[in-house]
C-alpha cells in the first residue's frame, strides 16, 4: 500500500532544527575558548611574562658580558638597553663577591630604577645569585624610593624567595623587576650585570589585550553564526532533497532517484532508498502483472462457457456430451485457479495452522508414484519410484501431499517428449529427502530463483492447455517454509530439472 503525502507522519513538530543545534554547539565551544583566554589573561599572564622576560635577559647579560670590552661599550650597551627593553649597570665584583668599579650604566626606558639600586640590595642579590648558579632576581612595587640603606628599600612581602604577591591596580602598572647575572668578560674578569625591566605588561598593553578579547569575543560569536548557517546549510539540504524525494515515492512515483550529496552518511542513506523504491517498483510491477494474469485465466474460461452455452442453448444437435465437458473441464479450470488463490493467500497471511502427525513419507510417495502411474499411463508417461523401508516425518501429511502433487503436476506439464518421471524418497543424514525428477525442458539459471514467486512464468508465450495457475511453486514454497524444510531446484536447459525437499526425521 502506499501512503498519500497527506497521510505521513506528523513532522517533528517542537523538535531543534539543525541550524539551532550546530550554533548552540558552536556558541558553547566559543564560550569555552574565550574562557580559556579570560583565565590566561586573569591569572597566566604575569607569570607567563616574567618567563618570557626572564629568558631573554639572560640573552641580554651575554651580549653585555661581551660588550664590556668592546671598543666603545657605552655605545653597545645603549643599542642592548634599547633592543632588550632594559636599564643596565654592570661592576666589577672579587673573589667574595663584593661589588667594585662600575663599568658601565645605561637608564634605559623611562620608569627604569637601575640608578638607584642600593649597594645593599645589590650586594645581598650577589649573594643570592652565588648560591642560585650565578642570577637572581627580584621584584620592586613602584612607590619605593632607594636610599643609601636597605631599609629604605620597599620589598613586596616575600620577595625574598622570588614570590610575587598579587599587585594592586597602581602598583601593576610601573613594578620593575631587577636581574643580577654573574658573568665574566672576555679578559676573565668577575663582573655582575644587573638589568631592569617592566614586571608586567604595562597598563596599555594589558588593557589593549582585554580590548583584543572583547573584539575576537565578537568575531567568534559572528563567525560560530555563520558557520552554522553555512553548515546546516551544506548538511539540511541534501536531506531536505532526499525527504521531498522520499514524499514522491511515498506518492506512488517510484521512478524517482534519490541524490547523496558526497557525505558518506547522506549516499548511505540515497542509496538504501533508491534499492526501496527499486524494490517498490518490482512489487508494483508484480501486482500488476499479477492482476493481469488472474484476469485473464478468469476471463478466458469464462469466455468459453458462455460460448459453449450458448451454442448449445442456440444451436439445435450441439447440445452434446463433448460441449457439456468442455464447460465442465473450463468451470473445473475456474475452481482450481479460485482454490489455489485461496490456498496461497491463506499461507501468505501466516494464519494458517499445520495439522502435524507422525506418518512415513516413503511409503507416502510410494502411494503418490503409483497414483500417478494409474493417471498417466495412457498418455504414454512412465513414473519410477525409489523409495525403500520407512522414513518417518513429523509433518502435516494432506499439505506435504500437495507439495509433492504440485511438483509431479509441473514434470508432467514440463515434460516435453521425454515422458519419464523420476520419484524418490530417501534418508539424507538426519533428513527424509524427496526428489521430483524430469526430462523435460528445463529452466534457465537466471530464472531458477524467480520461479517460486506466485504467478511467475518462465516462459510467457505456452500455451493454455500446459499453463496451470502460476501458483504451484509458490503454495509449494508457502508449505515447506511453514514446516522449516530445506528446498530447491537443479536444472539445465534441455535436459530437465529436479526439485527437491528435506524434512527432518521424527525422533524414534
Ligand atoms: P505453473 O502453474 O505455471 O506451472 P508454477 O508455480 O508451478 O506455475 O511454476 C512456475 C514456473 O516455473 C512455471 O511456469 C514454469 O515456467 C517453471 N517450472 C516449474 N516446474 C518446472 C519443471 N519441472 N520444468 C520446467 N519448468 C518448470
Redesign the pocket.
Known amino acids: 500500500m502506499t501512503s498519500r503525502p497527506g497521510s505521513e507522519t506528523a513532522p517533528a513538530r517542537g523538535k531543534k532544527g539543525i541550524l539551532f543545534t550546530l550554533f548552540l554547539y558552536l556558541g558553547v565551544f566559543c564560550a569555552v575558548v574565550l574562557l580559556v583566554i579570560w583565565v590566561v589573561q586573569t591569572f597566566l599572564l604575569d607569570f607567563i611574562y616574567s618567563q618570557i622576560s626572564a629568558f631573554r635577559m639572560v640573552g641580554a647579560a651575554d651580549a653585555l658580558a661581551e660588550a664590556v670590552t668592546a671598543d666603545d661599550p657605552e655605545e653597545e650597551a645603549t643599542a642592548i638597553s634599547v633592543g632588550y627593553q632594559a636599564g643596565i649597570a654592570v661592576f666589577t665584583i672579587d673573589g667574595a663577591g663584593t661589588l667594585g668599579e662600575r663599568l658601565m650604566r645605561v637608564e634605559g626606558e623611562a620608569g627604569s630604577t637601575v640608578s638607584r639600586i642600593p649597594n645593599t640590595v645589590m650586594q645581598s642579590m650577589i649573594a643570592e645569585a652565588r648560591e642560585n648558579g650565578g642570577s637572581a632576581q627580584r621584584t620592586f612595587t613602584n612607590n619605593f624610593s632607594f636610599g643609601n640603606n636597605a631599609a629604605n628599600v620597599k620589598l613586596p612581602a616575600g620577595a625574598e624567595n622570588n614570590a610575587v604577591p598579587p599587585p594592586t591596580p597602581n602598583e601593576v602598572e610601573s613594578r620593575r623587576t631587577v636581574y643580577v647575572f654573574l658573568r665574566s668578560d672576555a679578559g676573565g674578569r668577575a663582573i655582575a650585570v644587573f638589568l631592569d625591566t617592566a614586571a608586567v605588561p604595562i597598563g596599555t598593553a594589558a588593557s589593549a589585550l582585554w580590548i583584543e578579547i572583547a573584539v575576537l569575543s565578537l568575531v567568534f560569536l559572528l563567525s560560530a553564526l555563520l558557520l552554522a548557517f553555512l553548515m546546516s546549510r551544506r548538511i539540511a539540504r541534501p536531506i531536505a532533497a532526499i525527504n521531498e524525494t522520499a514524499k514522491a515515492l511515498g506518492a506512488g512515483h517510484y521512478d524517482v532517484h534519490f541524490e547523496g550529496a558526497g557525505y558518506r552518511e547522506t549516499d548511505e542513506l540515497a542509496a538504501t532508498l533508491n534499492y526501496a523504491a527499486e524494490e517498490l517498483s518490482k512489487v508494483d510491477d508484480l501486482q500488476k502483472e499479477l492482476i493481469a494474469n488472474i484476469s485473464h485465466d478468469l476471463r478466458t474460461p469464462l469466455t468459453m462457457i458462455v460460448g459453449y452455452g450458448e451454442i448449445m442453448r442456440d444451436i439445435e444437435g450441439e447440445n452434446k456430451p463433448e460441449n457439456v465437458q468442455v464447460i465442465i473441464d473450463e468451470a473445473r479450470r475456474l475452481s482450481d485457479l479460485v482454490n489455489d488463490l485461496m490456498t496461497l493467500s491463506r499461507y501468505q497471511s501466516g494464519c494458517e495452522k499445520m495439522q502435524t502427525e507422525n506418518f512415513d513419507l516413503a511409503q507416502t510417495v510410494r502411494e503418490v508414484s503409483a497414483r500417478y502411474n494409474t493417471l498417466l499411463s495412457g498418455r504414454g508417461f512412465t513414473v519410477t519410484v525409489e523409495a525403500e523401508g520407512a522414513l518417518t516425518v513429523s509433518a502435516d501429511r494432506a499439505r506435504i501431499l500437495q507439495v509433492i502433487y504440485?511438483l509431479m503436476?509441473?514434470?508432467v506439464?514440463?515434460s516435453g517428449d521425454a515422458r519419464v518421471i523420476a520419484l524418490i524418497c530417501r534418508r539424507a543424514g538426519n533428513c527424509a529427502r524427496v526428489e521430483v525428477i524430469?526430462h523435460?525442458?528445463?529452466?534457465p539459471a537466471e530464472k531458477l530463483a524467480d520461479?517460486w514467486q506466485?504467478y511467475?512464468?518462465?516462459?510467457t508465450t505456452h500455451k493454455r492447455s500446459v499453463?496451470?495457475?502460476?501458483?504451484?511453486?509458490?503454495i509449494v514454497r508457502g508449505i515447506l517454509e511453514l514446516h522449516r524444510a530445506r528446498y530447491g531446484v537443479d536444472?539445465k536447459v534441455g535436459e530437465?530439472?529436479r526439485?527437491w525437499f528435506e524434512l527432518d526425521l521424527a525422533e524414534a
Open positions: 504440485n503436476n509441473n514434470a506439464n514440463y524430469d523435460g525442458e528445463g529452466i520461479i506466485r511467475y512464468k518462465v516462459d499453463v496451470g495457475s502460476g501458483l504451484g511453486l509458490a536444472s530437465g530439472s526439485f
